[in-house]
């Protein structure tokens, strides 16, 4: 296994992020367990998670995720320094979360406690505000003018930062958690942070995830470029889109119990013609050069420069196998050039 560090927490973090958000619907106790102990037997030290699993959200699945990895913890509590645990905060716009309101310093504090006593654990590696209070192009917002960034009052926001930043710097204090992140922010939400935390002697944003996949690279450059001049690390989620880089989608293809027979969740799952298409082209690279699609997309995802740790997600236990084998199955030019010619064709189908 490689190992990044996580931003200037210089924390080494395998280059494998063990997502979560499937325990506790789509996965049980057992499956969970079966999939620490295989990562953990692999070298992936990196354990995604956040409140607001598992998903799809809803007040019946809220805390389950979290409260899985603390049952795990607390059957092997010697085991809790091989793990990097990564939580979140949910932003605003679950009405079963804090009445759906805000990021608060108050709310921060609430959070962390909370997640705390469901992970069974004293302390979280790395905190993260899951979404901002402001609605950012993420979700499929990424097309021109379908937010207006106009309409934010921007002071306010840098003063709610502000809050949410002292809050954290707090529960650093307290020895509640070690580093903060972000998730499903821009530019201007990483370098306003970053302002505010330099002027006021406060903690670093260390990392940001957000969506990224072979039919879903907005990021690039120049956000991934800001993370690599700032030393903030760089975390994709979603690297397989949902699932749809499988091929298993396909031309309206809905296998039971995959994750697209369940409810559409913020408009994550955007099956158009293009992307559709898009699946196809990489799905005959994939299978010209041996590799499977879906490790052929992961593989592509973790030789982008200015990436720390893909984060990756399973349902079985076979998922994962293959998923993780990936990251060990180096693209040669000509698949990179194959790779290329769709990725020219489709540059932002999804």
Same mark, same amino acid.
């Given at each position: 296994?490689?190992?990044?560090?996580?931003?200037?927490?210089?924390?080494?973090?395998?280059?494998i992020?063990?997502?979560s958000?499937?325990?506790?619907?789509?996965?049980?106790?057992q499956?969970?367990?079966?999939?620490?102990?295989?990562?953990?037997?692999?070298?992936?030290?990196?354990?995604?998670?956040?409140?607001?699993y598992?998903?799809?959200?809803?007040?019946?699945?809220?805390?389950?995720?979290?409260?899985?990895?603390g049952?795990?913890?607390?059957?092997h509590?010697?085991r809790?320094?091989?793990?990097?645990?990564?939580?979140?905060?949910?932003?605003?716009?679950?009405?079963?979360?804090?009445?759906?309101?805000?990021?608060?310093?108050?709310?921060?504090i609430?959070?962390v406690?909370?997640?705390?006593?469901?992970l069974q654990?004293?302390?979280?590696d790395?905190?993260?505000?899951?979404w901002?209070?402001?609605?950012?192009?993420?979700?499929?917002?990424?097309?021109?003018?379908?937010?207006?960034?106009?309409?934010?009052d921007?002071?306010?926001?840098? @003063?709610?930062?502000?809050?949410?930043?002292?809050?954290?710097? #707090?529960? +650093?204090k $307290?020895?509640? !958690?070690?580093?903060?992140?972000?998730s499903?922010?821009?530019?201007?939400?990483?370098?306003t942070?970053?302002?505010?935390?330099?002027k006021?002697?406060?903690?670093?944003?260390?990392?940001?995830?957000?969506?990224?996949?072979?039919?879903?690279a907005?990021?690039?450059?120049?956000?991934?470029?800001?993370c690599?001049?700032?030393?903030?690390?760089?975390?994709?989620?979603s690297?397989?889109?949902?699932?749809?880089l499988?091929?298993?989608?396909?031309?309206?293809?809905?296998?039971?119990g995959?994750?697209?027979?369940?409810?559409?969740r913020?408009?994550?799952?955007?099956?158009?013609?293009s992307?559709?298409?898009?699946?196809?082209?990489?799905?005959?690279v994939?299978?010209?050069?041996?590799?499977?699609?879906?490790?052929?997309?992961? @593989?592509?995802?973790?030789?982008?420069d200015?990436?720390?740790? #893909?984060? +990756?997600? $399973?349902?079985? !236990?076979?998922q994962?196998?293959?998923?993780?084998a990936?990251?060990?199955?180096?693209?040669?030019?000509?698949?990179?050039?194959d790779?290329?010619?769709?990725?020219?064709?489709?540059p932002?189908?999804?």
């Amino acid at each position: 296994m490689e190992y990044s560090k996580l931003g200037s927490s210089q924390i080494p973090v395998s280059r494998i992020c063990l997502g979560s958000m499937t325990w506790g619907l789509q996965n049980t106790q057992q499956q969970a367990d079966q999939q620490i102990e295989y990562a953990l037997s692999q070298g992936i030290n990196f354990l995604d998670t956040a409140e607001m699993y598992a998903v799809p959200p809803s007040p019946e699945t809220y805390g389950k995720t979290e409260a899985i990895i603390g049952n795990w913890l607390s059957r092997h509590p010697q085991r809790r320094q091989e793990l990097i645990i990564a939580s979140k905060i949910a932003g605003p716009g679950l009405p079963w979360v804090r009445d759906g309101g805000p990021i608060t310093g108050d709310a921060v504090i609430a959070a962390v406690d909370a997640s705390l006593k469901r992970l069974q654990t004293d302390y979280i590696d790395l905190y993260q505000l899951h979404w901002p209070n402001r609605t950012s192009p993420h979700f499929g917002k990424h097309c021109p003018n379908h937010i207006r960034f106009s309409d934010i009052d921007r002071k306010q926001h840098e @003063a709610d930062m502000l809050e949410i930043l002292q809050a954290l710097a #707090t529960c +650093i204090k $307290a020895g509640k !958690i070690r580093h903060i992140g972000l998730s499903d922010d821009t530019t201007w939400g990483i370098n306003t942070y970053l302002k505010l935390s330099e002027k006021y002697d406060l903690p670093r944003m260390v990392s940001i995830q957000n969506e990224f996949n072979l039919l879903h690279a907005k990021d690039w450059p120049y956000l991934i470029e800001n993370c690599v001049h700032e030393d903030v690390a760089y975390l994709p989620w979603s690297p397989l889109a949902a699932g749809m880089l499988s091929g298993k989608y396909i031309d309206g293809a809905r296998p039971e119990g995959s994750r697209w027979t369940y409810m559409q969740r913020k408009g994550i799952f955007r099956d158009t013609e293009s992307a559709n298409e898009a699946v196809k082209g990489y799905v005959e690279v994939a299978n010209a050069h041996g590799f499977t699609p879906c490790q052929l997309a992961l @593989a592509w995802c973790n030789q982008v420069d200015g990436v720390t740790s #893909t984060i +990756i997600g $399973a349902t079985t !236990i076979g998922q994962l196998k293959e998923n993780v084998a990936a990251f060990s199955k180096p693209l040669s030019k000509e698949i990179l050039t194959d790779i290329n010619t769709v990725f020219k064709r489709y540059p932002a189908p999804y």
